[in-house]
């Protein structure tokens, strides 16, 4: 089941993108998919907040009151493995679209050509993700977390405190050794920035002065023999991603 978001303050909009998606998938019999149209920006965010899961958002960049760019980076940071496409008159803004990794950008009187070739692309991607999972058994607690919401794994003492997002930032203390921790996850989606922590990579955002900047805000110190390591591993990683 693919869920579609398309956030546009004019309703013609909404209506033709949600006649160009049913028209894709009428022809496609074995996907199934779910639309969610908004003309409000307070409820799209609402439903975001509440954990509504979306594969794709369709977004406008500019709206009254906001711009696409803002929703963007909202969507980035609530919802990390979202394809962002923007569906816009507004050309000017293609460069800009890139800061929050939209996998494209469509001109409006370019949609009945273009959206299903990028939905295309993006079914058959998206086919083929798996969710992932951590799983922790502490004492009398046993529990899976996404991988794709836990933040860092740092090492203390014994111990590794899990730092994940679940509506809010939660930590969970676990008895094992880093190294343990770290062949448990998706090798390719977390590293190491020095030997007491594993990142995920989806969620640096920035490196600055030998630190990574997170999706939630805090910074975490990049030892020097792992810097020029984390820079290509990150490069690699949203260079692979289209």
């Known amino acids: 089941m693919v869920r579609i978001a398309a956030l546009d303050d004019e309703t013609?909009?909404?209506?033709?993108?949600?006649?160009?998606?049913?028209?894709?998938?009428?022809?496609?019999?074995?996907?199934?998919?779910?639309?969610?149209?908004?003309?409000?920006?307070?409820?799209?965010?609402?439903?975001?907040?509440?954990?509504?899961e979306y594969d794709i958002v369709l977004l406008d960049m500019e709206m009254n009151g906001t711009d696409?760019?803002?929703?963007?980076?909202?969507?980035?940071?609530?919802?990390?493995?979202?394809?962002?496409?923007?569906?816009?008159?507004?050309?000017?803004?293609?460069?800009?679209?890139?800061?929050?990794?939209?996998f494209r950008y469509i001109p409006k009187c370019m949609l009945k050509e273009k959206l299903p070739e990028a939905y295309t692309l993006l079914v058959e991607k998206l086919k083929t993700r798996e969710k992932k999972f951590f799983s922790i058994h502490n004492n009398d607690k046993m529990m899976k977390i996404p991988e794709d919401s836990i933040y860092y794994v740092q090492k203390e003492k014994k111990y590794v405190n899990v730092v994940y997002v679940?509506?809010?930032?939660?930590?969970?203390?676990?008895?094992m050794t880093l190294a343990e921790a770290y062949d448990r996850l998706t090798k390719q989606d977390f590293l190491y920035i020095d030997r007491s922590c594993i990142v995920n990579i989806m969620h640096i955002m920035a490196l600055e002065n030998r630190k990574g900047k997170l999706r939630n805000g805090i910074y975490l110190d990049i030892s020097q023999p792992q810097y020029a390591n984390v820079r290509r591993q990150i490069s690699d990683y949203w260079s692979n991603r289209g």
């Open 12 to 52: 013609c909009w909404i209506e033709t993108l949600r006649e160009i998606t049913q028209e894709f998938f009428e022809q496609r019999e074995d996907d199934k998919y779910e639309f969610f149209g908004y003309t409000s920006t307070e409820k799209f965010l609402f439903d975001m907040e509440e954990r509504r």
């Open 166 to 175: 679940d509506k809010e930032e939660r930590k969970e203390k676990v008895r």
């Open 68 to 102: 696409g760019l803002k929703i963007g980076r909202k969507v980035r940071l609530g919802h990390p493995e979202a394809t962002i496409i923007y569906v816009t008159n507004y050309v000017d803004y293609a460069v800009q679209a890139y800061e929050v990794n939209a």
